[in-house]
């Protein structure tokens, strides 16, 4: 345990930034797993609407430092195309 007051400080701050990055981290999980699932069950508008959520969070997680910015701009690809590969009758 934390003797020095500032020691102290610096656990409360981790504590809360490691509670803000869980909640940013899960609602992101969260979003990528609407727009597969929707793709999965070849909802073709629902995985439109969910992608646009999906890359809405994820760019909030490279501003917020969550994510780096190539990570996340390969998950947006890669979500894209699975999206469109739906919504192209091949």
């Known amino acids: 345990m934390a003797h020095h007051k500032s020691a ?3 656990i409360r701050q981790n504590e ?6 869980r ?9 990528i797993k ?3 699932k929707s793709v999965e ?7 439109q609407v969910s ?3 999906a890359v809405k969070r994820l760019d909030k997680a490279v501003n917020k430092g969550l994510l780096h910015r190539n990570n996340a ?5 890669r979500l ?3 999206v469109k590969a739906l919504a192209s009758p091949s």
């Open 8 to 10: 102290k400080k610096r």
């Open 16 to 21: 809360k930034r490691r509670s803000r990055n």
């Open 23 to 31: 909640h940013g981290r899960s609602t992101l999980r969260t979003a």
């Open 34 to 36: 609407k727009v597969e």
């Open 41 to 47: 069950t070849e909802q073709a508008e629902q995985a």
């Open 51 to 53: 992608l646009r959520q």
């Open 73 to 77: 701009s390969r998950r947006v690809s």
């Open 80 to 82: 894209t195309r699975k």
